[in-house]
């Protein structure tokens, strides 16, 4: 789970043992470039760098305090419990607000699955039955032989389950859109592994130290709103999202009627006898059970986009127009908008 | 003093009702009191910073209790607009009436779906029909029934349209539900209570504007999309030939081993083309030869398109793109006035 990630004890460790000290380096060696600066000044009695290092000693404070508060809202947000927020909303949860996030992508990507699942059976069953030929004797004698095949032979071949073109075009694009929104969820949920193994906390030490560097404070405080969107406001969406995974991925059809075995079941002398004796076997062989339900795969494909495409998007939107407010912050313009445009 | 009369009038209306209200009303007082809190710090310290900032907060609180009175007076018009009786007697609000627009909508093409699956089927079990007949290893076979293979094609392409239009509407279904359920009772309070910290203002601006814009928009949508319709059917003059409910074509049955070819061919040709009679078979074809049935089928299919047309095109298309683009307009727009200026071209492409 994600408290293994990043609310485990594992994660504390690289918290204290990495990020912390990498920080206090990362300020050490800005306060170190502020002072000598600010010598300088005094040296050279060049009021600019004096007025520089006073400005910049304050940034640094600014930053340092950011940091912490990040700190603070990741070590907040592993102990909130995502059931009782649930309960205030009427709504169901559990874990932690990280735990939630990464549920709701899990469990939007296994929803996807399961609609790749139920269009692919459909599409199989539907190829199989459109290309089972039947020979129908001329003067027929019972369903299967008839005169007509006994001298010489007298016959009309048909495939008497039909066509399934209609059908199979509308499935076809279902399964294109499931895997879509299959690919898109794994997708979403591999930035929130990136995420939690830690990658944006080597943004702050980073952060501190290019935002009191020459010409570099908006890189640097884009480091520090990267970090905080990408910590902070991107798994809040997804958690918050997750409280409502009820009502988005809620399956339209029954999944236990649905395999993933390339024939249905085994075909032993006697089966295939009887296939060769009747349509009807073959088809309930696949539709047996009432799974001949394009209408409820379509809708399946639907659901699936917009749990799994939809609402990640919404919480990605949401985490990169917070990089730009939180850059706001620091006195910084920065539109990270067009990133969207990748998804 | 008169602006904190006016703050004071709109406490109570936002405990005016319950759901959504309360949480709201909660957010704003917990906000209130830290700007109060944050103020006092600045004046009892001497921190102008401090004093600046907390004025600055109260001006954006104040315009959040302006978004939320607007929003509780704009919702009340709406369903009052959309639970009037010359719309929908029997609806009690208007997301429930956008609900039921689009299970229409998706009832209607998934039986259009169907019909299209039915008559595929058909179709193709009769042009699958081959003959054969031999003696002594002597014999022909021969497939007179390739005829009715040329109507798979427009079928396959009409299923295709169809499964995608299903799978539109049934994804507007699905959100028209998380918005009856979550909108305003879930996201809007959390968008205010997040847009009351200065640092996720941005995202509780975009979840304020993203429950607004599905409570309201998307229903809308829906409901201007079915009057649209509703009010071309009622138009017996320029609906002339447009049913709401696209039915089947039945076809003559295939003889494999029938050979004989379509006498008149040129009259054939020309009759279909002219589209005489929408809807019947032209008693010119020869409906006793394999080719007539084949043409007859096509030419009733051909009179039924523009049942196929309104149910997918207007019905499933331009409604669903109509209330889609309604609701990414809002949502574009509202998160400005909330004060979240996010582009939203991401989730406008989906449309």
């Known amino acids: 789970m994600a408290a293994e990630l990043i609310c485990g004890p594992k994660f504390g460790s690289f918290l204290t043992t990495t990020i912390i000290p990498i920080t206090a380096y990362a300020t050490m060696a800005t306060c170190m470039v502020i002072a000598a600066s600010y010598m300088l000044g005094r040296m050279l009695s060049n009021p600019k760098l004096t007025l520089w290092s006073k400005t910049e000693i304050v940034q640094l404070f600014v930053s340092l305090a950011s940091t912490l508060l990040i700190i603070m809202v990741v070590g907040s947000f592993c102990n909130v419990n995502m059931s009782e927020v649930a309960q205030i909303f009427g709504a169901s949860g559990s874990g932690n607000i990280y735990d939630a996030a990464k549920g709701y992508l899990s469990d939007a990507a296994l929803h996807a699955h399961h609609a790749i699942t139920v269009v692919r059976y459909q599409l199989q069953g539907y190829t199989v039955l459109s290309y089972f030929n039947a020979l129908k004797c001329e003067i027929p004698m019972g369903d299967s032989t008839g005169l007509g095949c006994f001298f010489g032979q007298g016959s009309t071949t048909m495939q008497p389950l039909g066509g399934y073109g209609t059908v199979m075009a509308a499935l076809n694009f279902a399964l294109n859109s499931s895997l879509m929104s299959f690919f898109t969820a794994m997708n979403f949920a591999f930035i929130l592994m990136f995420v939690y193994r830690g990658f944006a906390f080597m943004f702050l030490p980073l952060g501190i130290f290019m935002r009191s560097m020459p010409y570099m404070r908006p890189f640097g405080s884009l480091m520090i709103a990267v970090s905080f969107s990408f910590l902070i406001v991107y798994p809040l969406m997804l958690a918050i999202f997750g409280l409502m995974s009820d009502v988005i991925l809620k399956e339209p059809v029954d999944m236990s009627k649905y395999h993933e075995k390339a024939y249905p079941d085994h075909e032993g002398a006697e089966e295939l006898a009887t296939s060769m004796a009747g349509e009807a076997y073959v088809h309930d062989m696949y539709f047996g059970d009432g799974q001949d339900n394009y209408v409820g795969a379509l809708n399946f494909a639907a659901t699936a986009f917009i749990g799994g495409v939809f609402f990640p998007t919404v919480a990605m939107i949401a985490a990169i127009a917070s990089v730009a ?19 | 003093m ?350």
């Open chain 1, 325 to 343: 407010y939180v850059a706001r912050l620091y006195g910084d313009e920065i539109d990270l908008s067009r990133l969207t445009q990748l998804v």
């Open chain 2, 2 to 351: 008169k602006k904190l009369m006016l703050l004071l009038l709109m406490v109570p209306l936002a405990f005016a009702a319950t759901g959504w209200e309360p949480i709201a009303a909660m957010a704003i007082f917990i906000s209130g009191t830290l700007l109060a809190a944050v103020y006092i710090v600045g004046f009892g310290l001497g921190i102008s910073e401090l004093q600046m900032i907390a004025k600055e907060e109260l001006f954006q609180l104040i315009a959040l209790l302006i978004i939320i009175a607007a929003l509780t007076g704009t919702n009340g018009i709406l369903n009052g607009i959309s639970t009037n009786a010359a719309f929908k007697s029997d609806a009690s609000s208007m997301q429930d009436l956008g609900l039921d627009v689009v299970g229409t909508w998706n009832e209607s093409l998934s039986t259009a779906l169907g019909n299209l699956a039915t008559m595929d089927k058909a179709i193709s079990i009769e042009g699958s029909a081959g003959g054969q007949c031999s003696i002594l290893g002597m014999g022909y076979s021969v497939s007179g029934c390739g005829g009715y293979s040329m109507l798979a094609t427009p079928l396959s392409m009409a299923g295709g349209i169809a499964g995608f239009a299903v799978a539109e509407v049934s994804a507007m279904e699905r959100l028209l539900e998380i918005t009856k359920k979550y909108a305003l009772s879930f996201i809007l309070p959390l968008g205010i209570i997040l847009r009351t910290f200065k640092m996720t203002r941005g995202a509780g601006g975009f979840l304020i504007a993203l429950a607004v814009s599905m409570h309201i928009m998307l229903p809308a949508g829906a409901i201007f999309g079915e009057m649209l319709a509703v009010t071309f059917l009622d138009d017996s003059a320029a609906s002339a030939g447009y049913e709401d409910d696209p039915g089947t074509v039945s076809m003559g049955t295939c003889n494999p081993l029938e050979t004989e070819s379509v006498s008149g061919f040129k009259s054939m040709t020309n009759s279909i083309l002219e589209a005489d009679g929408p809807g019947l078979p032209d008693a010119s074809i020869g409906s006793g030869t394999n080719d007539g049935k084949a043409m007859n089928a096509y030419k009733k299919m051909r009179a039924k398109l523009k049942d196929y047309l309104f149910t997918m095109l207007i019905r499933a298309t331009l409604g669903p793109v109509l209330a889609l683009l309604l609701m990414m307009s809002g949502l574009r727009a509202l998160s400005a006035i909330a004060g979240a200026d996010v582009d939203v071209s991401a989730i406008s492409r989906f449309v």
